[in-house]
């Protein structure tokens, strides 16, 4: 029965990170790639054949790993061991916004400092070494994790259910937002508008540069969804924003 729950589970993310990978780099690195060139993040590095297969193994390993432990969540809230709800009556709309944004931002606070603890010397081969083989990342480059790193991306999605209530609908939700944040940071070009940067308010939410420049320079820029930890702890690029607009100036002048 759990062999058959994993199997469906890994079929189901395998196909959804090959189609939305898949259709992505096509779209921006192949097909469109003149009309798109002046968006392209880093203009001199470009992913080679060697860099989109060496992700996508070790995105297998990573998503086999993924659907083991959302099989383990899954059996667990249907023996009414977590606090998983689907009934809006339990909890009021106010509480599931609220929700939705506390695991946000605990799941941005908890990536941001195991991200910058597996950048640790000692450590790094062991558990992060293989997401930085793509300097120049592409969409492949999204779920290409190494065993413990794919737990650390795991492990708020899977113990916050025990711990707080949160409706299914919030975590699907932080589903999606999770997954396409993860494909858009490395997409390998700028697709936030140039106004992106400079309100008050959005400045905040991390952008296609913000992460490639983490890849490129390795030691800064750690963030997740959202950069106040970068600014706060000194860990953000200085030149982030200036990266940002000159390749909305690129865009410009084409």
């Known amino acids: 029965m759990y062999i058959q729950e994993i199997l469906k589970n890994f079929t189901f993310y395998l196909i959804i990170y090959s189609f939305v990978a898949g259709s992505l780099y096509l779209t921006f690195w192949v097909i469109f790639k003149e009309k798109f060139e002046h968006r392209k993040i880093q203009l001199k590095k470009t992913s080679s054949v060697n860099h989109i297969k060496h992700d996508f193994l070790y995105s297998l390993q990573a998503i086999a790993i993924s659907s083991i432990l959302i099989t383990f969540l899954n059996t667990a809230y249907s023996k009414n061991h977590t606090q998983i709800y689907t009934s809006h009556s339990e909890y009021n709309n106010i509480y599931t ?3 939705l944004i506390a695991v946000l931002v605990i799941d941005d606070t908890f990536f941001y400092w195991f991200h910058r603890l597996m950048h640790h010397p000692k450590i790094f081969r062991y558990t992060h070494k ?6 120049d990342p592409s969409p492949f480059t999204s ?3 190494q065993f413990i790193e794919t737990l650390a991306e795991n492990f708020v999605g899977i113990i916050l259910p025990f711990l707080m209530p949160i409706h299914w609908y919030v975590i699907l939700i932080w589903q999606i937002i999770s997954f396409s ?3 858009i940071a490395h997409l390998g070009y700028e697709v936030y508008p140039t106004f992106w940067i400079k309100t008050s308010l959005l400045k905040f939410k991390t952008t296609s540069t913000h992460h490639n420049m983490h890849h490129r320079y390795f030691n ?3 963030a997740l969804y959202f950069t106040w930890w970068d600014k706060l702890m000194g860990t953000e690029f200085k030149n982030y924003e200036n990266s940002f607009l000159e390749i909305h100036n690129r865009v410009k002048k084409s």
């Open 97 to 99: 916004i609220v929700s």
């Open 130 to 135: 293989a997401h930085h083989f793509s300097t």
């Open 220 to 222: 800064g820029n750690y």
């Open 143 to 145: 779920l290409a994790f």
């Open 181 to 183: 944040n993860n494909f």
